[in-house]
């Protein structure tokens, strides 16, 4: 039986704290193999009933990073005409995705046609499915960043268009395009980072007891 | 900037391998703070646009514990009529949940209205919301393998049913039932705990390059 240390779980706490959505990248490409290790990982995750519903697609394609970068700017130019006055001003100021720069392109899917598991779980609440690849994303996004890798999630973009894009499988739901690369600056405290649109922490408020 | 090492890298990964659905606890109850510390821990979690959506209800009322334990009974009785033969058999041979034995039970529900990230990133693919709350049990989850308390979500139940037991608001989404305790037992192999109801393991095959 595996156990874990103080030491290992400061760590992990830290690691908790310091994982961000990453938006600036520094250009280097990562080391070859470096998105397929991520994904290994990511299949260590839990899913509804053993399900694995996990889709990946590496985006390598410059056409069609392209058309990812024109959907976003769309819809990211539809989010800001949603927002008036100095709210607008703020949503403009912000910068939201690394797509230009980041040297790795990820889109994430959901199978929701898998018969894998065959349903087990999956009947009162079907969206178990998704939930699962949320998970699969989560492992990767705290492997990377104990690697050193910064990775954006961009949910600013049109499902269908993702679809259209990178041609997959009617059944696959889109979830996230995943930007990864080496960030481009670190702070010295993760609360600085996290100064930007809305600061505000939510605990302990939350917790309620029946 | 904080840096991790190998040492740390490699217990993560034996986190991620050995992160198990536990569902057979011992009684012994958890220390006192333990599930209010887990719940800070997954407050570190991704939200989109910081939003911050997830719920936590700590159910200690034995009424309502007993009202959620018939439920799962009800669904999971509902899940055995839809399959049949030999599939019937093995889904009846299952434990799918540690209800009756976990000391700590934990619900999370995702609040679709707040106002806090006001929208940001959730125009295009408002299920951001549920997903932000995906992040934080799967923090949760391993922050408590790492203290080696073992962690079950409880997925076979009927949202509505939760939200009558618990008294939550019309706006939060159920999202999960969690069961937390001490594990009755650990393998020498993660293997070994993963043989089951499924064990195929989805991984590079998954992997789509465009």
Redesign the interface.
Known sequence: ????DDT??R?????????R?VRRFRPDPLPAGTL?GL???A????S?????P????????KA?RQAVIEDFKA?NA??LR??SGE?AAR?ASLK?AGLEEAPGHLAVFAEKATD??????????P??T??SV??AI??M???A????IGLG?V?????ARMHDI???PETWK???YLCLGYPMA???SPELE?A?????????D?????
Chains 1, 2 share one sequence.
């Open positions: 039986m595996i156990t874990f290992f779980r760590q992990l706490h830290d690691l908790f704290v310091w994982r959505d397929e994904i290994e990982i299949c260590l995750s839990p509804v009933g053993l399900s694995q996990w889709r990946f697609v590496i985006v390598d394609d069609r819809c539809d989010a949603s927002y709210r949503y939201l894998i598991g065959h349903g087990l779980g999956r009947a009162t609440i969206e178990t998704e939930y949320v998970a989560c492992s996004w705290l492997a960043r104990a690697e050193g999630w949910s600013i973009l049109n499902p990178l041609s997959v889109f979830m996230g670190e702070f010295d996290r930007g649109w809305e600061c505000r922490r939510a605990t302990a939350f917790i309620t007891r029946r």
